[in-house]
């Protein structure tokens, strides 16, 4: 889990090449806060010690070669 940080940063720390990071599922609150980072990160206050899991979401990548 991640805390606050640039998505740009995370991306790229993440070895995210710059020409595809527009192409990552970021999934955001109705106030614009990043909950997940499709394959690179889930936010930090998104696992509650306690509490059930509501949903989940997952993504399939198909290879486009």
Do not use: C, H, M
């Not at 606050?4 to 192409?23: F, I």
């Not at 206050?45 to 486009?64: K, M, Q, V």
């Amino acid at each position: 889990p991640y805390g606050r940080k640039k998505l740009k940063k995370l991306l790229a720390e993440a070895g995210v090449p710059a020409g595809q990071r527009r192409s990552v599922p970021v999934l955001v609150d109705a106030g614009g806060t990043i909950l997940w980072v499709a394959g690179v990160a889930v936010a930090a206050f998104s696992d509650i010690p306690g509490e059930r899991t509501l949903f989940s979401i997952g993504i399939d990548y198909e290879d486009e070669s």
